[in-house]
């Protein structure tokens, strides 16, 4: 059998306060007629006490009890019959019991548990009883003796009895009324804590068919609160890998297309022998056929680095050293460009990093790159390094042309070009950069990008670094 939450909420609730409710009950009836029944107690010992200090009044002394413990009798029957605050002694004591009959039920008066104490609480009359309850005898403000009681004696009284039974009964009335308030409140209160998770299961719902665009509501500042804005977080982050991934999808599809339609057109040609097979044609063909091998090629390294299997062999290698290697394979271009190098870097670095070199090659032959392709000529390409206790930066700045502001950053994003730049006679694949910060992430390190003091681009590499030199590395 299958139990919503909503009844689980409403059981725990209801059953908790049935106990609450219950407890209540109880202690209070146990208590409240323990402590009548204390009540009820000392207001018989008051009775007794004004009936015997009359006659402790009228012979100096208590002996009148030890002469004629038949008035003991007597005025035991009659503090129970007697209303407070009217004592009318006799001014004789009663007679002795004058049959066998009365005698006993004299004898049994007398060990009642009811005992009269002089002011040394040494017994006058009455049984000798275990821990009684003592309340004074008081005569002018003096106290002339003690009148002891059992502690627990039950009630016999009808009027007693019926106000325990009134008190019972309305206890039972308003117990059942907070049960019922309990009830309703219980069944409001579930409701209520359960609003948000429905709210959640709807949106859970809605996210498991593609709609990215549901939001909860979010009324309150508690765990549930703070629930709904994690999934509205969610959710939006979902969408917006939505809208990545349908870009990505469109952008993949116009750069695989472009490649392929120029093949196509080139291949049709060559078959309707509008275009001649010489070198010129192979060489074009061959330069899409490299052109669209690298766009896979490039399409491949992002996938291995989303799934963190992008291949690493990191060594403990001084980075400043590998672009000096690397800067002087580009020399020749850079200055056939017209690009003059501005190199401020170390010529002798102390600093080393864990790092795949070959990965760092690429990374540096990306960023070059992008200067040959984009940079204007004459032109200008500025390298320098700094240094922290915690990283190594490595800085490129180039001159002009600049970035607008509205694409810096975005620069990192797959396939995103600027547009003044989209051309396929300068235009790489778009790939570029993004691969260069999957590498710098995948290092422990990141890449920015920026406006340069020469008007054009500045790209920042940051890596964790250790302060031994080569020499002493593996």
């Not at 003592?134 to 003096?142: C, I, Q």
């Not at 490299?290 to 399409?299: E, F, P, T, W």
């Not at 790159?369 to 180039?398: H, W």
Request: aromatic share 8%; proline share 6%.
């Amino acid at each position: 059998m299958r139990f919503t939450l909503l009844f689980k909420l409403f059981s725990i609730f209801f059953m908790l306060s049935l106990l609450i409710v219950c407890t209540m009950i109880s202690g209070m009836k146990w208590f409240g007629n323990r402590h009548f029944e204390e009540y009820v107690v000392r207001r018989e010992m008051e009775r007794v006490g004004e009936l015997v200090k009359t006659y402790y009044d009228s012979q100096q002394g208590w002996g009148i009890f030890q002469q004629s413990p038949h008035l003991w009798h007597w005025v035991l029957r009659e503090s129970r019959e007697m209303v407070p605050g009217s004592v009318n002694p006799p001014l004789f004591p009663p007679p002795p019991p004058g049959n066998r009959w009365q005698h006993q039920r004299h004898m049994r008066f007398m060990q009642s548990g009811v005992t009269l104490y002089d002011t040394h609480h040494e017994i006058v009359i009455g049984p000798e009883l275990v821990e009684p309850l003592m309340v004074p005898v008081e005569l002018n403000d003096t106290i002339i003796g003690w009148i002891g009681m059992n502690k627990r004696e039950p009630l016999t009284h009808p009027l007693d009895v019926g106000f325990l039974k009134e008190q019972s009964e309305t206890l039972y009335v308003f117990g059942s009324g907070i049960l019922l308030m309990t009830l309703l409140a219980s069944l409001f209160l579930s409701r209520h804590l359960l609003a948000p998770v429905r709210q959640l299961s709807h949106g859970t719902r809605e996210l498991t068919q593609r709609n990215f665009k549901v939001r909860l509501s979010v009324t309150t500042t508690d765990e549930l609160g703070q629930l709904a804005e994690d999934f509205n977080r969610m959710a939006e982050t979902l969408n917006q890998y939505e809208q990545l991934r349908q870009q990505w999808i469109s952008d993949i599809a116009h750069e695989l297309r472009t490649p392929l339609s120029i093949l196509q057109g080139e291949v049709e040609a060559l078959q309707d022998g509008v275009r001649p097979v010489d070198s010129k044609t192979l060489s074009s063909l061959h330069g899409e056929v490299l052109h669209l091998n690298k766009l896979v090629h490039d399409l491949h390294e992002l996938s291995l680095a989303d799934s963190g299997e992008l291949s690493m062999n990191k060594q403990r290698i001084d980075p400043v050293q590998l672009l000096q290697r690397v800067l002087t394979t580009f020399h020749p271009r850079l200055e056939k460009q017209g690009i003059q190098v501005h190199n401020e870097l170390m010529p002798q670095s102390t600093v080393t990093v864990d790092a795949d070199a070959d990965r760092l090659i690429q990374v540096f032959s990306n960023l070059l790159e992008n200067t040959l392709r984009y940079t204007d000529a004459p032109g200008i390409l500025c390298l320098r390094q700094s240094v922290t206790p915690e990283k190594l930066m490595i800085i490129f700045e180039d001159s002009a042309p600049g970035v607008p502001d509205e694409s810096i950053p975005r620069l990192f994003d797959r396939l995103y070009r600027v547009d003044v730049s989209r051309n396929r006679q300068n235009a790489g694949s778009g790939l570029g950069l993004a691969i260069c910060k999957s590498i710098m992430v995948a290092h422990g390190g990141t890449i920015e990008a920026g406006h340069s003091d020469l008007n054009g681009l500045r790209i920042e590499l940051s890596v964790p670094h250790t302060w031994k030199p080569l020499s002493e590395g593996s």
